[in-house]
């Protein structure tokens, strides 16, 4: 059974850095593409970086988020540094099975995905 929990939310400042994991089991992540996406009360879930096998895409968070993969732990991690307030919001990770080929951001190709964790940043 394919399964994603993720982990690391929580509530820090501006500026400050958090990191959020995203676990995987049922499934080897090395063939899969995986996705964190941020969902903010009343809006739409936007993606924030994917990795897959090909190619690693980060979009709007102006390179301060670092998306990696640990193959041995079966987990990806969302390295969040320079946090700011709009940056809040519950962050989801999503799995898409998907090889020799670059990920995408967007929501609808993902078919699995984790309850999310909630992030939020104080000005």
């Known amino acids: 059974q394919v399964s994603l929990v993720e982990s690391g939310g929580g509530l820090v400042q501006a500026g400050d850095s958090l990191r959020l994991s995203c676990a995987a089991s049922?499934?080897?992540?090395?063939?899969?593409?995986i996705g964190w996406f941020r969902q903010a009360p009343g809006k739409q879930r936007d993606g924030v970086a994917c990795?897959?096998?090909?190619?690693v895409s980060a979009d709007s968070v102006e390179g301060r988020f670092t998306i990696a993969r640990d193959s041995a732990k079966n987990t990806v991690y969302l390295q969040m540094n320079g946090l700011k307030p709009e940056d809040s919001g519950t962050y989801f990770c999503?799995?898409?099975?998907?090889?020799?080929?670059?990920?995408?951001?967007?929501?609808?190709?993902?078919?699995?995905w984790g309850q999310g964790t909630q992030v939020t940043v104080s000005s």
């Open positions: 990795i897959s096998s090909k190619n």
């Open positions: 999503a799995a898409r099975r998907l090889l020799f080929r670059a990920c995408e951001l967007s929501a609808g190709l993902y078919g699995n």
């Open positions: 049922g499934f080897n992540l090395d063939y899969y593409a």
